[in-house]
């Protein structure tokens, strides 16, 4: 394996919301010189050795995807930051790498090493006619980055990022990796294993585990995902009344009575709303998006005046947003909105081209809370009742839907799980009506998880009471999984301060 040591001692993430001291940053990669099954092996070793260093030096270590997180959890604090985008080889997988206990299609499964970015992925597969399941909003992160945090999009049926991730291939000390499978679901054969000179293990609590790990279950290295054959989509957005008939759509996810909808009652393949807090008279932003056969020549999807395309978020526009004086802040959303939010009609692209890249505009703060979507109409009225007293809040609600995930952290826990964000200005007054919003949920008794990857404020408390008996399971698989040794040079202060670090 390739490795540079920048010698960089400053770390911010991508959107300079916080900067970290750390030791170094070392550029990893391929070796360029080796096939590329030579490569990944080397590759295997090499991070092997970095972690027999970490250990020897009493140093923690992080694998970082693209730096996406406004969470801390890709950084050491005086440690070493491994940047992982370079290693983004993907691999076929024959018949032969494949049990015949294996119900799928293996010319849809393929092994990608942890750095593949998103675009890159979705370029490979697109030369194949195939597609990702589904993405979050943007293409940025890396496959291993957007799993971590249990990273998504709002298909609902389908669910999130790790929900398409069949097999995970983890370096967990100096001397030991595993390829980790579901015993539920046996995918690979003692072909790949051989191939991959490493250790078959199946179990379905360690792998549900891992799938949302945040870096905490040493360093992922490949990970198998299952695809499908790419498909267009029909994606609209237009304003609709805020009322009990919309509110009732979200709150059920039943589209049998939802004829005002553009396609009428058809269920959609992905389905958002936004809210403007001071322009809900005019109505909510509803994007619907309908699950198409891929055919050619289609004109593909085209950018507002904002430059904003069908499947961007507001974290793509709302950093242009900045303090202002309380009473000026409703003014600026709405201008700000009327700009960026312009409804359309009947675009067509495919995964990749409507959830396309981002160009970020600015700093800003996001905070994502999973509720139970039948708790809607009920969190929306509080934070706007909140607003009148500890906003104004400088920014938008938005929602997005997905179905339970089997990861045991995955914030996506609830039967259908509405994903309700919080993207806003970045300042201080954010962050306060951060903290009084979660406060009053939990005052009201209301279940909600956070996004690992986006503004939280979780400590053990708070996730025994969102996690239950599965904290402690993520815990114990942990300690199952990584040596003492391991798991020193894979905490961080986050994790710390999760109380996600406890050995047992
Ligand atoms: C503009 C923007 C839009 C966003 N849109 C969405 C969205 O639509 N939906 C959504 O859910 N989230 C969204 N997010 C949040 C983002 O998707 C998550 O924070 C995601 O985890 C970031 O991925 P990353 O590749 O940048 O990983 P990083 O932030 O770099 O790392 C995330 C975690 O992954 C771990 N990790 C990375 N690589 C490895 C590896 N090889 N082995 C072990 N651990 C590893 C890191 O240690 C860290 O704990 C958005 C963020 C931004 C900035």
Redesign the pocket.
Known sequence: MKIIKTGTTSWE???ETFTQQIKDLYELGNDPMLGPLAAYLDTTKGFQNLIADAIAAKTPI?????????TK??TAESGILLD?KPLNMVFDISSQSVTPAYKGDPTKLFLAQ??NGVWELSRFLKSRYLSLKTS???N???I???T??????SAFDVG?AQDFVTGLHIIVSPTRHIWLERASNPVVSASFINNLQTELVRDDALFNAALV?????????GIMIETEDIFLLEAYMSRMPWDDSLRQIMQTLDFSTAAKLPCGTERPYHFAVQINPYDLDNGAYVTTMYKRPYHEGYTPPVRNTAGLGPGD?A??FIGRLTEAVPALVPALVNKLLAGALTPYTKQFGILSEIFDN?T?HGKLL?A?IGIPIQQIGKVTQLLLDLNKTAGPFSGLFAYRFIKKSNATLAFTRFDYTC?LELDAAFSDATYSFYTTAWKMLEDQGIPFTF????VNELDFGRIKKMYGADADAWIAARNRLLDADTRRVFTNATLQKWGLDQSI
């Open positions: 993430n991508k959107h992080r694998a970082l995807g693209s730096a996406w997180s406004w959890i890709a992982t942890c750095g979050g909003a943007s940025g992160q890396t291993a980055g957007l971590a945090t249990g990273a998504h999009g999130a790990s945040f870096g905490s279950f040493g360093i992922i290295h978020d974290p793509c981002t970020l996001s994502a994903v996004h690992w990857g986006k």
